[in-house]
């Protein structure tokens, strides 16, 4: 009946005592029942994503009092991006059992590079009393990113009828490799100008590693001079 109750045992014994003989009384006391329950774990950390890659998570409210309670709210605040979104969301209210967990699943899919976080919120009605949980969550996002080196190649004045190259360094500053699916010349480009060392494609760039091309200006006698750029790369 959600009652707690007290009481006291009298074990008599034929221990002599003054008076008779040893009476022992020990108190007795059931606790009324109690729905309490923590999440976790807190915070849920994704740890290191890659961008456009989705990470699963889950979140359990672990019963700590010996009732049941009624969920009745599980939402995301603070998630402005919409990064971290709920897995399967169970159909509320529903009930947490004081004998086992109940599962909160979540995701999260970052979409721009760093840091994201965002808060779970767990509401559940214990008896009379509303309580509420809220879980921490966060994540990174991973990501390649491609450092060119120098921009812009700048050949300066040159004489016609020669060959002059630059080296073109790649780099991959980010956290993940990074695919060069393509490398050429623009459409655009003056026809003086060419790529050497170019292997095949694609060309995987771990973190940190750089590869390098030569880029290769032949200017001509009919070339319109200029201080305009007369190429680019894509």
Same mark, same amino acid.
């Not at 007795?28 to 774990?41: C, D, G, M, V």
């Given at each position: 009946?959600?009652?707690?109750?007290?009481?006291?045992?009298? %074990?008599?014994?034929?221990?002599?005592?003054?008076?008779?003989?040893?009476?022992?009384?020990?108190?007795?006391?059931?606790?009324?029942?109690?729905?309490?329950?923590?999440?976790?774990?807190?915070?849920?950390?994704?740890?290191?994503?890659?961008?456009?890659?989705?990470?699963?998570?889950?979140?359990?409210?672990?019963?700590?009092?010996?009732?049941?309670?009624? %969920?009745?709210?599980?939402?995301?605040?603070?998630?402005?991006?919409?990064?971290?979104?709920?897995?399967?969301?169970?159909?509320?209210?529903?009930?947490?059992?004081?004998?086992?967990?109940?599962?909160?699943?979540?995701?999260?899919?970052?979409?721009?590079?760093?840091?994201?976080?965002?808060?779970?919120?767990?509401?559940?009605?214990?008896?009379?009393?509303?309580?509420?949980?809220?879980?921490?969550?966060?994540?990174?996002?991973?990501?390649?990113?491609?450092?060119?080196?120098?921009?812009?190649?700048?050949?300066?004045?040159?004489?016609?009828?020669?060959?002059?190259?630059?080296?073109?360094?790649?780099?991959?500053?980010?956290?993940?490799?990074?695919?060069?699916?393509?490398?050429?010349?623009?459409?655009?480009?003056?026809?003086?100008?060419?790529?050497?060392?170019?292997?095949?494609?694609?060309?995987?760039?771990?973190?940190?590693? %750089?590869?390098?091309?030569?880029?290769?200006?032949?200017?001509?006698?009919?070339?319109?001079?200029?201080?305009?750029?007369?190429?680019?790369?894509?």
């Amino acid at each position: 009946d959600g009652q707690g109750y007290a009481g006291v045992l009298a %074990v008599e014994t034929n221990v002599p005592a003054t008076g008779g003989t040893l009476v022992l009384e020990i108190d007795i006391e059931t606790p009324a029942p109690s729905a309490e329950f923590i999440a976790l774990p807190n915070p849920l950390d994704f740890g290191q994503v890659p961008i456009g890659t989705t990470a699963e998570g889950l979140v359990q409210l672990m019963p700590l009092g010996s009732d049941s309670a009624e %969920v009745v709210g599980i939402s995301l605040q603070s998630n402005d991006d919409g990064e971290f979104s709920l897995v399967d969301a169970t159909e509320l209210p529903a009930t947490a059992a004081p004998t086992e967990a109940f599962d909160i699943r979540v995701a999260y899919t970052p979409a721009n590079g760093g840091a994201d976080s965002a808060n779970l919120v767990v509401e559940y009605q214990a008896g009379v009393d509303s309580m509420t949980e809220i879980v921490s969550l966060i994540g990174s996002a991973t990501s390649p990113d491609l450092n060119l080196f120098p921009v812009p190649v700048d050949f300066g004045w040159k004489a016609t009828g020669g060959s002059y190259e630059i080296p073109l360094t790649m780099s991959n500053t980010g956290t993940v490799d990074l695919v060069i699916s393509k490398l050429e010349l623009t459409g655009w480009s003056s026809p003086t100008l060419s790529l050497a060392g170019v292997g095949a494609m694609p060309l995987t760039l771990a973190p940190a590693e %750089v590869a390098t091309v030569q880029a290769v200006f032949a200017p001509t006698l009919d070339m319109t001079q200029t201080t305009g750029p007369i190429g680019g790369i894509y």
